[in-house]
């Protein structure tokens, strides 16, 4: 076949970077984001460049110790067959009466101690993952760990938290563009969660076909299809790019309704919200398992908890937004109890093999606010909970604070919760490029990455991605549809 000049289809790791400065939330705003949830102050220009910039060669070992299995399957990982290999040997030492049998018993010992010392050697030495090494929890298991994160769309138009063909589209042409798992965006466990009037939902059976489809296509491109759920709290009945009324409060009479929180105390310039009785919070406790079971009726293989960016579950973990002198405020104890709750029904409410994620804020970037050492302690509560994954962002709970957003910028939070909570995780936030995200798995500062923004430029990201990384075409995850106009062939 005559391949014509690839560098015409190359266009290069700008593909990525180069409009890193489009990390521009005003810019974002003005194309509607309900929440200045991402609005991110002092936002350098250039950030992919400066990590291009300190660009380590892409693979940095082919093999890299570590202490815990590996989660992605058992083909480099033989402790059973080391340990067994202990076990079984017979007691080099013994002797068995003769002085040349002592001799041979004493060789014999010498060569099996080799041979175990070999074979746990090998049980420890495990290969450090690829972009592209598949990632399995608990019984699901994705192509890679390139993961599509929630992003609201705001497009339920119907105001009913159904979701829309645009919401088919948007998931589905990203899971036939090669990402591993995609994640659908907050979907509001009551009407009162949601984040805007346009938010979709799973608070009624009657939603759960609205989905369905979308979930069968996305699952039959090959990704697996998660969801995240949400309750909005003080954040919720915010305005979009459909309503208007964006980063501010949707007036009752246009759609709008009263919002609900740990404790009475607004969100920037929000309106005040109303505390919620012990009683409601139970209420939601159920609501968030109900949507969980709806999710599972609808075909969806992972449930995400939303726990981050100052909606309701992250104002209660916080500090600044939990005044609470009940049992839901005051100790960090008591401020996850609310989380822990829910990911108890959740837990007992879905399939054994299911894998459950959180969402969280890894810190508020407030002083005496919410930060690391509660996310470190809240994530080893988590994995005690039947949580498998904790999907690392930050910010969104307190107006006004300066974010330093750089590329990679919340990858060590998400690397620090993994190795102290020893619970996998995924680093998200400026990931923007194929060697830069291929770096955070391969030096195992978390489990996969997530790619955002990025995605919304390009859906096919990780089918470009791999081609860069110098993938060969038939490992690359093209849609048999696909596969004639694969990056880098000419016809
Ligand atoms: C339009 C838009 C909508 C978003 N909606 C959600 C959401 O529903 N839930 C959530 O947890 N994060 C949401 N986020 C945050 C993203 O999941 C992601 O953490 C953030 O964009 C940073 O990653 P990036 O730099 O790759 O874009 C949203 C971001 C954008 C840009």
């Given at each position: 076949m005559a391949i014509l000049d690839e560098t015409a289809f190359d266009d290069g790791d700008e593909d990525y970077g180069d409009r890193d400065n489009e990390y521009d939330f005003e810019q974002g705003l003005a194309h509607g984001f309900a929440s200045d949830d991402y609005m991110v102050k002092d936002q350098p220009t250039g950030a992919g460049d400066r990590a291009e910039g300190d660009a380590e060669t892409q693979a940095v070992a082919s093999t890299q110790t570590h202490a815990d299995a590996p989660e992605d399957g058992a083909e480099d990982w033989d402790a059973t067959a080391a340990i067994s290999a202990n076990g079984n040997a017979s007691d080099p030492t013994r002797d068995d009466g003769t002085d040349g049998s002592k001799r041979k018993g004493r060789a014999k010992a010498k060569k099996q101690q080799r041979k175990n010392a070999a074979a746990l050697k090998s049980a420890h030495k495990v290969a450090a993952p690829t972009l592209f090494t598949p990632f399995t929890l608990r019984g699901v298991t994705t192509r890679n760990r390139i993961w599509l994160p929630p992003m609201d769309t705001y497009s339920a138009f119907g105001r009913d938290g159904r979701p829309t063909q645009f919401h088919y589209q948007h998931y589905v042409s990203r899971a036939l563009g090669g990402f591993g798992m995609v994640i659908a965006e907050s979907t509001a466990v009551s009407p009162e969660g949601r984040i805007s009037p346009c938010d979709v939902g799973l608070w009624e059976d009657d939603q759960i076909d609205s989905w369905r489809w979308i979930v069968e296509d996305v699952k039959k491109a090959g990704a697996v299809a998660a969801i995240q759920l949400n309750h909005a709290g003080r954040k919720a009945s915010t305005g979009c790019f459909s309503t208007g009324h964006i980063n501010a409060t949707v007036p009752e009479d246009q759609g709008g309704w009263k919002t609900v929180a740990p404790s009475p105390i607004p969100y920037g310039h929000y309106d005040m919200p109303r505390e919620l009785g012990v009683d409601e919070i139970h209420g939601i406790v159920e609501q968030f398992r109900y949507a969980a079971v709806r999710a599972v009726n609808a075909g969806f293989e992972a449930i995400e908890i939303h726990a981050a960016h100052g909606y309701l579950i992250s104002q209660f973990l916080d500090p600044l937004s939990n005044q609470r002198s009940d049992e839901y405020g005051g100790s960090l104890e008591n401020r996850m109890r609310f989380l822990v709750e829910i990911s108890d029904a959740i837990r007992s409410a879905i399939p054994e093999s299911m894998p459950l994620l959180v969402r969280i804020s890894a810190t508020d970037w407030a002083a005496g606010g919410w930060d690391l050492d509660q996310s470190i302690e809240t994530a080893k509560v988590l994995k005690m909970h039947g949580v498998d994954l904790m999907d690392v962002s930050t910010g969104?709970?307190?107006?006004g604070v300066t974010i330093p957003a750089?590329?990679?910028?919340q990858v060590p939070f998400a690397q620090e919760i993994r190795d102290k909570a020893l619970i996998p995780t995924t680093a998200v936030g400026l990931i923007t490029k194929a060697k830069q995200a291929a770096r955070i798995v391969h030096k195992e500062q978390a489990d996969a990455v997530e790619i955002g923004r990025a995605a919304l430029r390009d859906p096919n990201w990780p089918l470009r991605a791999a081609y860069k990384l110098g993938l060969d075409k038939s490992e690359i995850p093209y849609p048999d549809q696909y596969v004639r106009g694969a990056f880098g062939t000419s016809r």
């Amino acid at each position: 076949m005559a391949i014509l000049d690839e560098t015409a289809f190359d266009d290069g790791d700008e593909d990525y970077g180069d409009r890193d400065n489009e990390y521009d939330f005003e810019q974002g705003l003005a194309h509607g984001f309900a929440s200045d949830d991402y609005m991110v102050k002092d936002q350098p220009t250039g950030a992919g460049d400066r990590a291009e910039g300190d660009a380590e060669t892409q693979a940095v070992a082919s093999t890299q110790t570590h202490a815990d299995a590996p989660e992605d399957g058992a083909e480099d990982w033989d402790a059973t067959a080391a340990i067994s290999a202990n076990g079984n040997a017979s007691d080099p030492t013994r002797d068995d009466g003769t002085d040349g049998s002592k001799r041979k018993g004493r060789a014999k010992a010498k060569k099996q101690q080799r041979k175990n010392a070999a074979a746990l050697k090998s049980a420890h030495k495990v290969a450090a993952p690829t972009l592209f090494t598949p990632f399995t929890l608990r019984g699901v298991t994705t192509r890679n760990r390139i993961w599509l994160p929630p992003m609201d769309t705001y497009s339920a138009f119907g105001r009913d938290g159904r979701p829309t063909q645009f919401h088919y589209q948007h998931y589905v042409s990203r899971a036939l563009g090669g990402f591993g798992m995609v994640i659908a965006e907050s979907t509001a466990v009551s009407p009162e969660g949601r984040i805007s009037p346009c938010d979709v939902g799973l608070w009624e059976d009657d939603q759960i076909d609205s989905w369905r489809w979308i979930v069968e296509d996305v699952k039959k491109a090959g990704a697996v299809a998660a969801i995240q759920l949400n309750h909005a709290g003080r954040k919720a009945s915010t305005g979009c790019f459909s309503t208007g009324h964006i980063n501010a409060t949707v007036p009752e009479d246009q759609g709008g309704w009263k919002t609900v929180a740990p404790s009475p105390i607004p969100y920037g310039h929000y309106d005040m919200p109303r505390e919620l009785g012990v009683d409601e919070i139970h209420g939601i406790v159920e609501q968030f398992r109900y949507a969980a079971v709806r999710a599972v009726n609808a075909g969806f293989e992972a449930i995400e908890i939303h726990a981050a960016h100052g909606y309701l579950i992250s104002q209660f973990l916080d500090p600044l937004s939990n005044q609470r002198s009940d049992e839901y405020g005051g100790s960090l104890e008591n401020r996850m109890r609310f989380l822990v709750e829910i990911s108890d029904a959740i837990r007992s409410a879905i399939p054994e093999s299911m894998p459950l994620l959180v969402r969280i804020s890894a810190t508020d970037w407030a002083a005496g606010g919410w930060d690391l050492d509660q996310s470190i302690e809240t994530a080893k509560v988590l994995k005690m909970h039947g949580v498998d994954l904790m999907d690392v962002s930050t910010g969104g709970i307190v107006a006004g604070v300066t974010i330093p957003a750089q590329a990679n910028y919340q990858v060590p939070f998400a690397q620090e919760i993994r190795d102290k909570a020893l619970i996998p995780t995924t680093a998200v936030g400026l990931i923007t490029k194929a060697k830069q995200a291929a770096r955070i798995v391969h030096k195992e500062q978390a489990d996969a990455v997530e790619i955002g923004r990025a995605a919304l430029r390009d859906p096919n990201w990780p089918l470009r991605a791999a081609y860069k990384l110098g993938l060969d075409k038939s490992e690359i995850p093209y849609p048999d549809q696909y596969v004639r106009g694969a990056f880098g062939t000419s016809r």
